[in-house]
């Protein structure tokens, strides 16, 4: 198994950039297909982007692309997800998470989660 701890969240303005991290421990990270979701108050957690062992591939929801950027570093053993032109409706909790099969991109398709990280947009 895999332990996940996100960080780079904060406040920002709108159009600003920001770079989570989400580091692991346990199992390298090279086994896992890595993914990012995001929660906001009172809402269904959602898929933001993913990306494969290699990292060669990656797919985005429509909502976030091109103005996000997930990569992946397996010598660090870290994801990062870059965040570029923040909008107010970007405001959420931001999770990594990670899972062992190709399967889907809803929550229940990803095995382990970290804490997540506060993103917040002000307009």
């Known amino acids: 198994q895999v332990q996940l701890v996100e960080s780079g969240g904060g406040l920002v303005q709108a159009g600003d950039s920001l770079r989570l991290s989400c580091v692991a421990s346990g199992r390298t990270l090279s086994s896992y297909i890595m993914g990012w979701f995001r929660q906001a108050p009172g809402k269904e957690r959602e898929f933001v982007a993913t990306v494969t062992w290699s990292g060669s591939s990656t797919y985005y929801a429509n909502f976030v692309k091109g103005r996000f950027t997930i990569s992946r570093d397996n010598v660090k053993n870290t994801v990062y997800l870059q965040m570029n032109s923040l909008k107010p409706e970007d405001t959420a909790v931001y999770y990594c998470?990670?899972?062992?099969?190709?399967?889907?991109?809803?929550?229940?398709?990803?095995?382990?989660w970290g804490q997540g990280t506060q993103v917040t947009v002000s307009s």
């Open positions: 998470a990670a899972k062992t099969s190709y399967s889907g991109h809803t929550p229940n398709d990803y095995n382990y």
